[in-house]
């Protein structure tokens, strides 16, 4: 829906006002079937239903006071009172050729989203965050956000006080170890830690030292972290992701923010010393036995938990960084986690009522047998193996356009499920041509530009006759307000779906609309719907993080 959309809205609104003195909202929806015209608006029953009256009546009088012969055909009535409006041919072409765009709207928001851990190679599990975190701030900053991208990766914390004093007892350095080694120490510093007292006491003082800068232990991480950054950058050149590391701002960025976090907790009266950490009981988060829920700000050997590196952030975030909206692309697990983290940041102060913080959940990727994708041997299918047989599998020729259908496809059937539901990796239906499959969307851009290469240059359109390519142009229409609605609920499927539904009727129009074959003003015409829709399904896959190839 377009711009003509709210023009519509604004007619119909003021017809309610003339016709009974209140102004409500027409609530506008696209009709469901070609019958009903282009819009549709239950304004009548509701009117109706508060005053009273009879709703086809409401709806003459509404229909009476409207004004909107320079946009759309005669209204009608249809049912039990529904007003149906049907845009003229014209003001469908006028849209076309003026798409809506957008300008700042003036405001900064934070992308917290990819998370990788250091000293472990990114996995299949990290694939939805960067995905679904690298569309959404797209999206964000197409609609008039000034988007900053923030890679809190994992490299704090206990794991490398486990790691570092493993090295120590095997005597062993870090600078020999590449990531596939500092993955295998992790192990063996876990089984290590879970099954001895003694090395865990010693590995939690080691993060410790970690934490309060002895050079020994902070040259050893600081290898760790370049090591695992490198591998980091060359996954996300593989993935065509728009992270840098320039984005990278992991949990040990606020290391020496945490001292003052607590302090200003406590001296708030928000801290609780229990069993000689520093907690804070929030009300209304309890356990399932009915016991109040920490959120454990300072652990009782005087480190910090992740706790308290995610409220430095937010801290940090809306201070430093002056944020005006904070997005964080994480797993569904950790939903009682930021619930309590941005309660306790709202209670301190640090995140005003007027600065949302918006935890963006995601469910699972499955495997063929419906639980959590692993390798066949039960291990951790990693990242850069999985885009590697998604570009194998992808039947086009050359090896660039591989690359993109490939990735293009695993990115698509990702994005194009709603983010709230697991789902299962199928690389055969990924990778599909038919179908709302990626490579179905990226056919149909190629198509259109091996098309448009044979013909002559035309930007405007200037008649639509056939239902076909009305259809079409209205689909067009609705790419800003499509794109503006994930931009409000983080919700990259609805995209996905627009853009499917664009293609599919580009399908129809093929079929019923010859455009070579076609001649003067309706060959031209023609040709400037193609040209659009070729311009909406680039844009669009362009902020989904996909490709569009001009051939394949």
């Known amino acids: 829906m377009s711009a003509v959309l709210p023009v519509l809205a604004s007619r119909l609104s003021a017809a309610a006002e003339a016709a009974f003195g209140t102004p409500y909202d027409p609530e506008l929806r696209a009709a469901t079937k070609p019958e009903f015209g282009h819009y549709q608006s239950n304004l009548a029953l509701r009117i109706g239903n508060a005053q009273g009256l009879p709703p086809r009546e409401v709806a003459a009088r509404l229909i009476a006071e409207l004004h909107i012969d320079d946009l759309c055909e005669q209204p009608s009535i249809a049912g039990p009172g529904f007003i149906n409006l049907t845009l003229l041919p014209a003001t469908l072409a006028k849209a076309v050729n003026e798409p809506e765009t957008f300008a700042s709207n003036g405001q900064r928001v934070v992308v917290d989203y990819s998370q990788p851990n250091v000293a472990k190679q990114m996995h299949v599990g990290h694939l939805r965050s960067t995905v679904i975190g690298d569309a959404l701030c797209n999206v964000l900053q197409y609609v008039g956000y000034d988007v900053i991208r923030q890679n809190h990766v994992g490299d704090w914390g206990t794991q490398y006080g486990m790691m570092i004093e493993q090295l120590l007892e095997e005597g062993g350095t870090a600078e020999s170890l590449d990531l596939e080694g500092l993955q295998h120490l992790y192990e063996r510093s876990r089984k290590h830690f879970d099954a001895d007292s003694n090395f865990a006491d010693k590995a939690r003082l080691r993060v410790v030292k970690l934490q309060s800068g002895d050079p020994e232990t902070r040259a050893s991480w600081q290898h760790m972290v370049d090591v695992s950054l490198d591998d980091f950058d060359k996954v996300y050149a593989l993935l065509g992701s728009k992270l840098a590391r320039a984005d990278v701002v992991g949990e040990s960025a606020y290391n020496d923010d945490l001292p003052q976090v607590v302090a200003e907790l406590d001296g708030q009266g928000l801290l609780t010393e229990s069993e000689g950490a ?9 356990g399932r036995d009915g016991s109040p829920l920490p959120v454990i700000v300072r652990k009782s050997d005087g480190g910090f938990g992740y706790s308290a590196t995610d409220l430095a952030a937010v801290r940090h975030r809306v201070s430093t960084l002056h944020a005006d909206r904070i997005v964080y692309v994480v797993d569904h697990r950790q939903a009682l986690h930021f619930d309590m983290i941005f309660t306790l940041a709202r209670t301190a102060g640090w995140l005003p009522a007027d600065v949302p913080a918006e935890h963006v959940s995601f469910g699972t990727v499955l495997g063929p047998n419906g639980k959590p994708f692993k390798t066949r041997e039960g291990g951790t299918v990693k990242l850069v193996d999985l885009l590697e047989s998604a570009i194998a599998k992808a039947s086009v020729s050359g090896e660039a ?9 695993v990115k698509y059937a990702d994005l194009s499920s709603d983010r709230g539901n697991d789902y299962v990796f199928d690389l055969d239906r990924m990778v599909a041509m ?12 190629a198509r259109l530009t091996r098309l448009l290469s044979k013909a002559d240059a035309s930007t405007e359109v200037t008649e639509l006759k056939d239902p076909a390519e009305q259809r079409l142009a209205l689909l067009l229409t609705g790419f800003a307000a499509a794109v503006a609605q994930v931009a409000e609920t983080l919700q990259p499927h609805r995209l996905c779906t627009y853009l499917y539904d664009v293609a599919s009727a580009l399908s129809t129009f093929y079929e019923q609309c010859p455009v070579l074959g076609s001649e003067g003003a309706t060959r031209a015409s023609r040709i400037a719907l193609c040209t659009a829709t070729r311009n909406v399904l680039q844009d669009g896959l362009g902020l989904l993080g996909i490709e569009a190839p001009d051939a394949m």
């Open 278 to 286: 520093m907690c804070a009981f929030l009300p209304g988060f309890l």
């Open 434 to 445: 038919t179908g709302n499959t990626g490579p179905y969307l990226q056919y149909a851009h």
């Open 401 to 409: 356009t591989a690359r993109a259908v490939g990735i293009g496809a």
